[in-house]
């Protein structure tokens, strides 16, 4: 069963450092999201995107967090500056968009834990 | 604003029993309502969901209630084992291409 894959697995960074979390997608999947959960808590909602574009973003999404979808397979999350509350793990998630039949179910990735020192 | 409120945030039930964990969600145009299980340090896994023109849904061990009235529903596991044990989370959305709101989580414990 197709699953959606993270990279890296766990990123260690200084504050105020630039990194890139990694998402491929399951490939028939449209629409693309990312999520964060810091450690005890719970998952909460930064992005989604369809089409090419942001189509909702959290106060959380702020101008130091972008997305891309560089070509046909990864979703990209890059945090410009990170910060120490930036520390958590980060989950890509994404939808089917099926022809004549909506879908709801987001199926998540293993997640990326960032570290920021 | 957008909000789910989940109880209890702990359960510890003996193996066997039953188990309700109880969502209330604040929008009233939220449309679906999954439920996942995440275990420690994995991706949380979707067990059961449920749309807004269903009141209750059932798969093997787990069924989930949705009382739309109230803006509440239930996730009930029965016969509960060991390996039920995780943390559940309960989530809301409008459905299509919207954001997933999410509960605080209830860390269930079935002991043995």
């Known amino acids: 069963e197709p699953e959606v894959t993270q990279t890296p697995s766990h990123q260690v960074t200084q504050m105020g450092q630039e990194v890139i979390l990694r998402c491929v997608p399951i490939s028939n999947h449209l629409y693309f999201y990312w999520y964060r959960q810091i450690l005890g808590q719970k998952v909460e909602f930064l992005v989604s995107?369809?089409?090419?574009?942001?189509?909702?973003k959290s106060e959380i999404f702020d101008d130091q967090f972008s997305v891309e979808r560089p070509d046909g397979s990864n979703f990209t999350l890059k945090i410009r500056s990170t910060k120490l509350e930036d520390s958590a793990m980060y989950f890509c998630?994404?939808?089917?968009?099926?022809?004549?039949?909506?879908?709801?179910?987001?199926?998540f990735g293993p997640g990326t834990r960032l570290t920021v020192l | 604003g957008e909000n789910v409120e989940q109880h209890p945030s702990t359960l510890s039930v003996q193996e066997g029993d039953s188990a309700v964990i109880k969502c209330t969600y604040s929008d009233s145009a939220s449309n679906y309502f999954p439920w996942y299980k995440q275990e420690l340090g994995k991706r949380p896994q979707l067990i059961i969901d449920?749309?807004?023109?269903?009141g209750e849904k059932k798969d093997q061990r787990i069924a989930v209630t949705l009382n739309k009235t109230a803006k509440h529903f239930s996730l009930h596991i029965t016969e509960t084992q060991p390996e039920d044990s995780a943390v559940y989370f309960c989530a809301a959305s409008r459905g299509s291409s919207y954001k997933l709101i999410f509960g605080s989580g209830t860390r269930l414990l079935v002991r043995p």
């Open positions: 995107f369809y089409n090419n574009e942001i189509s909702e």
């Open positions: 998630a994404s939808k089917p968009k099926y022809p004549g039949r909506s879908t709801d179910t987001q199926y």
């Open positions: 449920i749309r807004s023109n269903v």
